[in-house]
């Protein structure tokens, strides 16, 4: 079967199907668009077609295009990629370009044939670049539907027409939230603002009736007709000069100038703007050209896009039968229960949410409660809605309601004990099959299972705080946890439309093992005297989205002086960080135990707003007199991260650099546009890295020896994808 199908009826609309095979998803391949090419050539050229319709066979119309048409672009091409994309981009604008004209004369702009898109759910990217070049867009009323153009949440931008045709349809400051932000409307929200032109209850009925009646007037767009204006005015003109100069401050205020795509959108924009429409598409095709090239980019959507999706689509599940969740017992009903709970009833599962009091699970089973009033507030949650899922949910003290669950999710508190306690008491009724998971941040699984009589179905899944909004799931593998456990645990994590990695059990398994070390070096750097406002601004520069002094007061500073204890009394002599408990325990004496509190490395007022960093903390650590280049404390923070990921590569803790780098984007946010940890040490090459640590470590001692992986890739003038890149665990390599 062809991705595209084409059928004239007797009503003389041709109707071109976009229906690709085996995929639950229209995306676009070079192929594809071949396709869709002739048969455009196609209904132009017959004197029987009055007008086309190009609609989904799929209940949504296309989910973008084939990321991997890029890869094929650049190999093809040879010593040349960049023109190899380039011109690429250009024969995919020629194709989108025909549709739009139409087959009308250039010169009068009549004889073209109507060509409208008939929508039938979500439409994104490429999905919705190719509607924009119709001449009129029509979409099923739809709510679930999304509309819009993600494409810079990837590390790229709108390059097939989207970002010069929304420009100019809209204008540059009403375009912005949808190409920079990569806003996504539904139907109802797409039409309000301008993006498509009907909602209707059948698109495709509704699109041959317009073509069949369509005027030439209809089908030329604002841009191709004589006297146009761009909308807000074009960069030369009063109203738009400010528009230019007041983006161009947002981008940069917002991406720290380390997202290219941002700003070579931006650049497009404002370069085709000044030139006629077809020359605004060439411009449009190089700035997207750069992006493409430039590793930032690569490594984005490879991190984002490419490998998110294969981890979510079970990448390195173990080869069991389905382990679906019917029903899942939550224990306990604090924040991280309440959660669990919530979005497990969300995605239809049926849950046993269990405190040891009632009113405690009561209110456990309130969070959802409030969470959908917010979305009925919002219109994106029905009445019926909320009480389908609070339907599911049964909030108990009675252990004896978690006999039909398939999968246990304690999380209770982080005291060995209290988890024992709960285990014993669960597993004296569930059924004998039943999987049972511990939800914790730095507790060893291994550990932890002892408390339990399977420890081959006991299994460690931590959740980020808050559940309901942190896209990734830590699966943590006992030395005892067998594979249908593993299994159910990412099976779950798929139900919830969650991005799963699986670790071994180690020390703060992986995410905590790389962010307590940025933690921490940002405060050695106060006790050193480093300007702290130095420190968090060195941080946002480089991408991470909080610096190190703002996340500890977010997390709490007791939380950390907890942590730091627990850790001292498991390695004793070896034990590496005093200069940073001699900080935090120095604050948490003095009551500043952050947020909560109102006070921390920064000040609050009364509602708990931050208002800046605090004069106590640069009082009691001065600042010294020499501060050290911008580029130095970036190496420090970085680095403090990048290796303990890699460190935990070379253990066999993290088995596959993909996790490493979706988790660390993912869980704490380590800078997006390097596509995480590994991906930014082959952007810098291993050589170079190896320069910093041996540089760092000469200053600052041992945590900042480079592991003998990276200096063997070094020596070897490897990189960690070149080796690594399918999925090979470090130990097996």
Sequence with gaps: MADFTYELGTDGVAVITWD???????????????????????????DAVKGVVITSGKPDFAGGMDLNVIAK??????????????????????????????????????????IAAALPGTALGIGL????????IFAADNPKAKIGLPEIMVGIFPGAGGTTRLVRKMG???????????????????????????????PVAAAKEWVLNAKDSDIVKPWDAKGYKMPGGAPYHPAGFMTFVGASAMVHGKTMGVYPAAKALLS??????????????????????????????????????????????????PSVPDQTVKKVGVLGAGMMGAGIALVSALAGIQVVLIDAAQDAADRGKAYTEAYLDKGIARKKVTPEKKDAVLGLITATTDYAALECCDLIVEAVFEDPKV???????????????????????????????????????????????????????????????????????LDFVRQIKKTPIVVNDERFFYANRCIIPYINEGIRMVAEGVNPTLIENAAKMVGMPLG???????????????????????????????????????????????????????????????????????????????????????HRLLMAQVLEAVRAFEAGVLEDIREGDVGA???????????????????????????ICDALEAQYGARFNAPALLRDIAAKGDGFYARFGGGQAAKAA
């Excluded at 676009?28 to 090419?37: K, P």
């Excluded at 040349?80 to 994309?85: I, N, Q, R, V």
């Excluded at 909004?469 to 299994?487: D, H, Q």
């Excluded at 800046?612 to 130095?632: C, K, N, R």
Aim: glycine share 8%; net charge negative; hydrophobic share 45%.
């Design 73 to 114: 672009m650049k190999e093809d091409a040879g010593a040349e990629p960049a023109k190899g994309l380039y011109e690429g981009v250009m024969q995919m604008h020629a194709v989108l370009r025909k549709i739009e004209r139409a087959g009308m004369d250039p010169k009068t702009l009549k004889g073209g044939k109507p």
């Design 548 to 634: 190190p002094l703002q996340l500890v007061d977010e997390t709490s500073i007791d939380l950390g002086v907890k942590i730091a204890k627990a850790t001292r009394a498991a390695m004793g002599e070896a034990y590496p960080d005093d200069a940073v408990d001699e900080v935090i325990f120095w604050m948490a004496d003095q009551g500043r135990l952050g947020r909560k509190t109102k006070s921390g490395f920064y000040d609050y007022d009364e509602a708990g707003k931050r208002q800046g960093l605090s004069e106590v903390v640069t009082g009691h650590y001065p600042e010294a007199t020499d501060q050290p280049d911008l580029h130095h404390v970036q």
């Design 172 to 202: 540059a400051m009403v375009a912005a939230p949808f190409l920079l932000e990569g806003k996504l409307s539904d139907p109802k929200k797409a039409k309000a603002a301008g993006i498509i032109d009907e909602v209707v209850d059948d």
């Design 129 to 136: 670049e190719l509607p924009l070049s119709t001449h009129r």
């Design 665 to 691: 984007i993912l869980g704490w946010g380590f800078a997006p546009w390097s596509g995480g940890p590994f991906s930014w040490l082959d952007i810098i090459g291993a050589g170079r890295a190896v320069e």
């Design 20 to 46: 690709v095979p085996e995929k639950s998803m229209n995306v676009m391949s070079l192929e594809g668009f071949a396709l869709l090419d002739s048969f455009i050539d196609k209904a132009l050229a017959d």
């Design 268 to 317: 497009a924009v404002y370069e085709g703007a000044l030139v006629p429409f077809d020359q605004a598409l060439s411009i449009e095709a190089r700035w997207f050209t750069n992006v493409l090239m430039n590793p930032s980019s690569s490594a984005m959507i490879r991190s984002l896009f490419i490998n998110k999706q294969a981890l979510e689509k079970g990448a390195n599940r």
């Design 419 to 489: 988890k024992a306690d709960v285990t014993a008491k669960a597993e004296a009724v569930i059924p004998e099959n039943a999987i049972f998971a511990t939800n914790t941040s730095t507790l060893p699984i291994t550990s932890l299972a002892k408390a339990s009589k399977r420890p081959e179905q006991f299994i460690g899944i931590h959740f980020f705080s808050p559940v309901e909004k942190m896209l990734l799931v830590e699966i943590i593998k006992g030395r005892e946890t067998g594979e249908v456990a593993v299994a159910k645990a």
